[in-house]
T-cell receptor
Framework: DSGVTQTPKHLITATGQRVTLRCSPR?????VYWYQQSLDQGLQFLIQ?????ERAKGNILERFSAQQFPDLHSELNLSSLELGDSALYFC????WGYGYTFGSGTRLTVV | QQQVKQSPQSLIVQKGGISIINCAYE??????FPWYQQFPGKGPALLIA?????SEKKEGRFTISFNKSAKQFSLHIMDSQPGDSATYFC???????????FGQGTRLTINP
């Protein structure tokens, strides 16, 4: 157990729908990072939050949004889903000066 | 310029052999180069990392060799074991950028 908790583990939904992925960082970590892993694009950085504030943005689509709550858990919202959004979505947290710790991911399948 | 190129895509090594995975980068602003190991159904786990001010870092059977002038770095797994069978990712990070740029991954299989 890495200490980063992601729910749900699996999600199957239809095109056009909206889903919410949840992440709790390791105890004491203030940062949360979201990554997407797909076969064709590999691991791509989406967005980072630090103590509730957006700090860095990567290749995140406008249909996707995220937030970090006062208890430091984060949610990634994916809307108007397309088949190409099917992927593994990972959350990571980090202590300053140390490496990233990833959760086990949420496997999203859009049908 | 943000890319990290990784090779080979897949690698088969006999138990006890040396596994070597290579990465090349373009962006000279990268100042942190980690390697991650990922098993099926799991997230990437940090294996070993290096900063460009050193040419080699060793942790147990895992060694990173870093060539700053060539903008290349590699992971060597000595005495490879079947339990090392996994996908390995190299990455680069620009100081302060707070995001990793990953290579495409190498699927390593260690035959018993």
């Amino acid at each position: 157990d890495s200490g980063v908790t992601q729910t749900p583990k699996h999600l199957i939904t239809a095109t056009g729908q909206r889903v919410t992925l949840r992440c709790s960082p390791r105890s004491g970590d203030l940062s949360v990072y979201w990554y997407q892993q797909s076969l064709d694009q590999g691991l791509q950085f989406l967005i980072q939050y630090y103590n509730g504030e957006e700090r860095a943005k990567g290749n995140i689509l406008e249909r996707f949004s995220a937030q970090q709550f006062p208890d430091l858990h984060s949610e990634l919202n994916l809307s108007s889903l397309e088949l190409g959004d099917s992927a593994l979505y990972f959350c990571a947290s980090r202590q300053w000066g140390y490496g990233y710790t990833f959760g086990s991911g949420t496997r999203l399948t859009v049908v | 310029q943000q890319q990290v190129k990784q090779s080979p895509q897949s690698l088969i090594v006999q138990k006890g052999g040396i596994s070597i995975i290579n990465c090349a980068y373009e962006n000279t602003a990268f100042d942190y180069f980690p390697w991650y190991q990922q098993f099926p159904g799991k997230g990437p786990a940090l294996l070993i990392a290096i900063r460009p001010d050193v040419s080699e870092k060793k942790e147990g059977r895992f060694t990173i060799s870093f060539n700053k002038s060539a903008k290349q770095f590699s992971l060597h797994i000595m005495d490879s074991q079947p339990g090392d069978s996994a996908t390995y990712f190299c990455a680069g990070e620009i100081q302060g950028a707070q995001k990793l740029v990953f290579g495409q991954g190498t699927r390593l299989t260690i035959n018993p």
